[in-house]
């Protein structure tokens, strides 16, 4: 059996119609149909205009009324921003590049969902908290931010470029990967880990498994491994 990627473009509270036409035009040259919506503005005259030919990735966009609905129907979430952190310790923004993100992601199976933020914000700290890895387009530094429809254009350039090589190993998909993070957060209650240092613990450890993207077999053994930890830690 083989396995294959599913690419979604989620646009988090679009601003401007005519830019949700755009990324539907650029959706529909790199063979990406599915675009998420969340709460967007009004798919208007503009969005049509400049959609061109790909009217009917708008038509069958699907929409969410808040970012927490959409994580939950994506196996693996791919945050984007260009605000990133440099030093070792800012993990909530501490991004791969898009290249490295693009060669590690041929071959996963499940649904990714490429996430964009407002046009005149971006993703806020929360949403970018609970995303599995976070990617920045290598820009310039006097003036590092893309406008979101080329954002989007460049991103799926790239993974396009790589293509998606299947693999006949089926990687974890979005239950088993909270069930890690889950009992990864109950290995944190039962050594009594600082308060103070939890969210960002809790952070690093989801971009760790994020990035590396276990099979189903590691998973298993990860559990086994972290399952007796857990019941030799209640034992105390």
């Not at 791919?78 to 041929?106: N, W």
């Not at 406008?147 to 989007?152: E, K, Q």
Request: charged share 25%; with cysteine; hydrophobic share 40%.
């Amino acid at each position: 059996m083989k396995f294959i990627v599913e690419y979604c473009v989620v646009l988090v509270e679009p601003k401007y119609g005519g830019n949700v036409g755009a990324v539907a035009r650029s959706m529909k040259n790199f063979d990406v149909s599915s675009l998420y919506l969340v709460n967007p503005c009004e798919i208007d005259d503009e969005a049509r205009v400049r959609a061109m030919h790909a009217q009917d990735v708008l038509d069958n966009a699907m929409v969410y009324s808040c970012f927490e609905d959409v994580r939950n129907d994506l196996d693996y979430c791919v945050g984007t921003s260009s605000v990133v952190g440099m030093k070792e310790k800012s993990c909530l923004r501490k991004a791969v590049s898009l290249k490295d993100f693009a060669e590690q992601i041929q071959g996963f199976d499940g649904k990714v969902g490429l996430v964009f933020g407002r046009e005149d914000y971006g993703l806020y700290n929360s949403e970018i908290a609970v995303c599995d890895v976070l990617v920045n387009v290598p820009t310039s530094e006097g003036y590092p931010s893309l406008n979101l429809s080329h954002a989007v254009t460049v991103v799926l350039y790239e993974l396009f470029t790589h293509g998606v090589k299947p693999r006949d190993v089926k990687g974890m998909g979005v239950v088993e990967k909270e069930n890690l993070n889950r009992v990864l957060c109950e290995v944190l209650d039962l050594i009594g880990y600082p308060a103070h240092k939890r969210e960002k613990a809790e952070i690093m450890l989801r971009r760790l498994v994020g990035r590396a993207m276990p099979s189903i077999w590691e998973y298993h053994t990860l559990m086994g491994v972290i399952g007796e930890v857990i019941r030799r830690l209640k034992r105390f």
